[in-house]
């Protein structure tokens, strides 16, 4: 069974740092895409970032771009997103989302198939 937890989230005061962690169970991450997302209070989900780890490539949506850094360990079966210079519209609970391939005529296209329960990330003075 594939399983998600994440842990890692808390408070912390503007231009702090948290780091969220995420561990798997149930399949190895070495090739595997794990993406982070996030929700904020009222409002949907938002993707963060992704890793393809089949191809080392990263991506990361342009609001966290150069303070947000998603990273793995592959010995532990965890992901990690590594949040520095935070602000407080990083409010949010953050998940974990495993990502599988799936061929949509001649295209290659991803989609979640498993999900963390969520971490709460809240950022206030």
């Known amino acids: 069974e594939v399983q998600l937890v994440e842990s890692g989230g808390g408070l912390a005061q503007p231009g702090g740092s948290l780091r969220l962690s995420c561990a798997a169970s149930g399949f190895t991450i070495d090739n595997a895409a794990m993406s982070w997302v996030r929700q904020a209070p009222g409002k949907g989900l938002e993707w963060v970032s992704t890793i393809y780890m089949h191809i080392t490539a990263t991506y990361y949506t342009e609001f966290v771009k150069g303070r947000f850094t998603i990273s793995t360990d592959n010995a532990k079966n965890t992901i990690y997103l590594q949040m520095n210079s935070l602000k407080s519209e990083d409010t949010a609970v953050y998940y974990c989302?495993?990502?599988?391939?799936?061929?949509?005529?001649?295209?290659?296209?991803?989609?979640?198939?498993?999900w963390g329960q969520g971490t709460q990330v809240t950022v206030s003075s």
């Open positions: 989302a495993k990502l599988e391939p799936f061929q949509a005529g001649s295209e290659w296209l991803y989609e979640y198939d498993a």
